[in-house]
């Protein structure tokens, strides 16, 4: 019998549910590397992505489907007590170096780290940001990776320059200095990054209809470019997969029938994943930026569509305006064929489901809220939303 490679994955959250950019970037990368490679995960939590004990007991459980090993989420300190997080700032004003590496100490994660390096011994390390540079001096001596999705060091020196306050400007931009100093120190090294244009993000409660009309405009772009350039990228988790890991339960057995519709015949491309209002920024009415999800793949268009309305429109203060307004927008550069616009109501009912089954899984409230609200709105007015 032939043993796998083993790798040991340090992460500064906890990446279930895939909910939002840094947790859905995450938890695909993990899927990912599951495929070739036995994966051991030490995680921090975070209080805004877990707030509670059995948030993170359903993350655990839901990731140790997925992966070999799943240590205990260790809390970030400073996040818990304010009188660590001054103390943090003042060892990284006192030493010189960065308030990260005082942030993430915590013997919960060190013991944590310990315990998955005798239980899975690794061939390779790998990091999911500069921010868990803290644990090299703990780790075996084998290879290193580490990713990362912005530039730490300009990220902090683009916000210094927002701030009013000369005192914390002045404190931003010498933090800057300090990350800037420690990415150079780390050697030869490769990786990729987003550029993050300037903006906001919009609450879809607040959003205006232009709003709602560009992100549909956005999306359909991308589906042109896609359409252009093919590829073939399988998601990294299909919705018929996640249907199977759902926790029994009346909620699951009426999540489940929607997962596993197949809109496989529809017309493919390539698919952002989640274009919802945490993968955009804007600028007045103008989106300025489009962030990745995480989940790019190849995959139906009107599911991708789908995906996108429901996360801008559920939450909306006026659901059916709303997604007609995304649709529009969408259908003002592509136009859905009539096979697409027959899946409609299914995509989005799909769409919907994925989204309860995460929150199902991570023991998070209504689960169904979403599911409910497009089977609230029919089939009927959501086919005329499409023209």
Not at 297 to 305: A, E, Q, R, T
């Amino acid at each position: 019998m032939t043993t796998r490679p083993r790798v040991l994955f340090l992460s500064q959250c906890l990446p279930y549910p895939p909910d939002s950019g840094v947790t859905s970037r995450t938890f695909h990368i993990l899927c990912e590397l599951q495929l070739e490679f036995d994966v051991a995960l030490v995680p921090y939590f975070r209080v805004n992505h877990q707030p509670d004990r059995a948030a993170r007991d359903a993350a655990c459980e839901a990731l140790r489907r997925v992966l070999t090993y799943v240590a205990d989420p260790a809390p970030i300190p400073g996040e818990h007590r304010r009188v660590r997080r001054v103390w943090d700032h003042l060892r990284s004003l006192a030493t010189g170096r960065p308030y990260t590496e005082y942030q993430y100490d915590s013997g919960t994660f060190a013991a944590g780290l310990q315990a998955a390096i005798r239980a899975c011994p690794p061939d390779l390390v790998h990091l999911d940001s500069l921010d868990m540079y803290r644990w090299l001096p703990d780790l075996p001596s084998v290879p290193v990776a580490c990713t990362h999705h912005d530039i730490d060091s300009e990220l902090l020196r683009l916000r210094a320059q927002h701030l009013r306050s000369p005192l914390l400007r002045g404190y931003m931009t010498l933090q800057a200095g300090r990350v800037a100093r420690l990415e150079r120190e780390g050697g030869h090294a490769g990786g990729s990054c987003y550029a993050l244009g300037s903006g906001e993000p919009v609450d879809p409660a607040k959003a205006t209809t232009p709003q709602f009309l560009e992100i549909g405009r956005l999306l359909a772009r991308l589906h042109q470019i896609g359409e252009a350039h093919p590829a073939s990228v399988p998601p990294a988790l299909s919705c018929a997969e996640l249907a199977a890991r759902l926790p029994p339960g009346a909620e699951a057995e009426r999540l489940q029938p929607a997962l596993r519709v197949d809109l496989s015949s529809l017309p493919s491309g390539a698919a952002h994943g989640s274009l919802g209002p945490r993968q955009a920024l804007y600028i007045g009415d103008r989106c300025s930026a489009v962030l990745p999800s995480g989940e790019a793949h190849s995959g139906p268009l009107v599911l991708d569509l789908a995906r996108a309305a429901c996360a801008w429109a559920m939450p909306a203060a006026e659901q059916l305006p709303a997604l007609r307004a995304v649709l529009s927008g969408y259908q003002a550069l592509r136009r859905l064929d009539p096979e697409e616009r027959d899946a409609l109501y299914p995509a989005l009912r799909r769409a919907a489901a994925r989204e309860g089954a995460y929150l199902l899984a991570a023991g998070r409230p209504d689960p169904l809220a979403a599911l409910s609200a497009i089977e609230a709105l029919g089939e009927k007015e959501l086919r005329a939303a499409a023209g």
